[in-house]
């Protein structure tokens, strides 16, 4: 079983305001990531993380911004929250170097809904 | 960049039925997982498979990482109404140590 938390759960906020989505994982993982995903629809990569002080962009860009100071978390901030940003966010992690695999376990999601 | 072929898109079956879907590529793979994405929650592993040819069951799923390394198809026997969701494959390219490439997904619908 997976222990990767995200909170909030779900959010609702106005067009300007600044949020962060927290991740944290118990699993000692170095790998972190963060996925963006419309409902239903496949996953984008948007950051991850090699470990501590390692952030990389990912496929798709993104204006949110992530920090990698502590092996457990690793939060995503918009700093200016708007419409286009509605969406759900999936923090996930995994090994690395990987022990033969890249395999991801994945946080609950948080689903983010800006008016 | 490199993609994954999954298909179906979406599957309308009558429980009971068995269910089978695939993924393909043009290039060689030395991972392949099988998640399941319920409404509102982070995908979860339900398999994972590491070798040419391999078949892996858990409980009524099973899924074979293709011989030639470009393919997996993931099998459901007699389905539930709680088999409905989304179901992604993913892979890792072989000889890399980058992120998993996942595929565009198979909605399941399940008629009681």
């Known amino acids: 079983e997976a222990d990767i938390y995200q909170t909030p759960r779900y959010l609702v906020i106005g067009t300007g305001k600044k949020i962060t989505l927290e991740c944290s994982q118990t699993m000692g993982h170095d790998k972190m990531y963060w996925y963006q995903q419309d409902p239903g629809m496949e996953l984008h990569l948007i950051h991850y993380?090699?470990?501590?002080?390692?952030?990389e962009k990912g496929d798709l860009s993104s204006e949110s911004t992530v920090s990698r100071i502590r092996t457990e978390h690793f939060p995503l901030t918009l700093e200016s929250a708007r419409p286009s940003h509605t969406s759900q966010y999936l923090c996930?992690?995994?090994?690395?170097?990987?022990?033969?695999?890249?395999?991801?376990?994945f946080g609950p999601g948080t689903r983010l809904t800006v008016l | 960049g490199q993609q994954l072929n999954q298909s179906p898109q979406s599957m309308f079956i009558q429980e009971g039925e068995d269910v089978s879907m695939n993924c393909t590529s043009s290039?060689?793979?030395?991972?392949w997982l099988w998640y399941k994405q319920d409404p509102g929650e982070g995908p979860v592993l339900l398999i994972a498979l590491y070798k040419a040819g391999e078949l892996t069951s858990n409980g009524r799923l099973t899924a074979q990482f293709g011989i030639t390394r470009k393919d997996s198809f993931l099998n459901i026997s007699a389905s539930i109404p709680s088999d409905v969701g989304i179901y992604f494959c993913a892979g890792q390219l072989r000889g890399s140590q980058g992120n998993l490439i996942f595929g565009k997904g198979t909605k399941l619908s399940v008629k009681p």
């Open positions: 996930a992690s995994s090994e690395y170097p990987p022990r033969g695999t890249d395999t991801q376990y």
């Open positions: 290039s060689i793979f030395n991972t």
């Open positions: 993380s090699y470990g501590v002080n390692s952030t």
